[in-house]
Nanobody
């Protein structure tokens, strides 16, 4: 069964850091663009960052530029999202997803994980 699994979420104080991981099972991530999306309580899902299959191209939402870094290790079939200087507005469920396009449009993403909760609070 092909699936994506997120991990690394948790509770952190404002200004803190977390690193999220997205691992694939049942298929090879090498061929896919991988994106991170998040959904805050009571809000719609928004694109956070995306990385091309080779890792040479990335996109970030304006709200996370300079604070978040996306990377991938195809040998480990894993994509990482390093999140620094976290703020309460970063709170939400974070999802990784697979696509063929380097865009932050969730409608272009076909495979989705179940999500991991990130909470930023003092």
């Amino acid at each position: 069964q092909s699936q994506l699994v997120e991990s690394g979420g948790g509770l952190v104080q404002p200004g803190g850091s977390l690193r999220l991981s997205c691992e694939a099972s049942g298929f090879n991530l090498d061929f896919y663009v991988i994106g991170w999306f998040r959904q805050a309580p009571g809000k719609g899902r928004e694109g956070v960052s995306v990385i091309s299959s080779s890792g040479s191209s990335t996109l970030y939402a304006d709200s996370v530029k300079g604070r978040f870094t996306i990377s991938r290790d195809n040998a480990k079939n894993t994509v990482l999202l390093q999140m620094n200087s976290l703020q309460p507005e970063d709170t939400g469920v974070y999802y990784c997803a697979a696509s063929s396009w380097v865009v932050l449009d969730e409608s272009e993403f076909k495979y989705w994980g179940q999500g991991t909760q990130v909470s930023v609070s003092s």
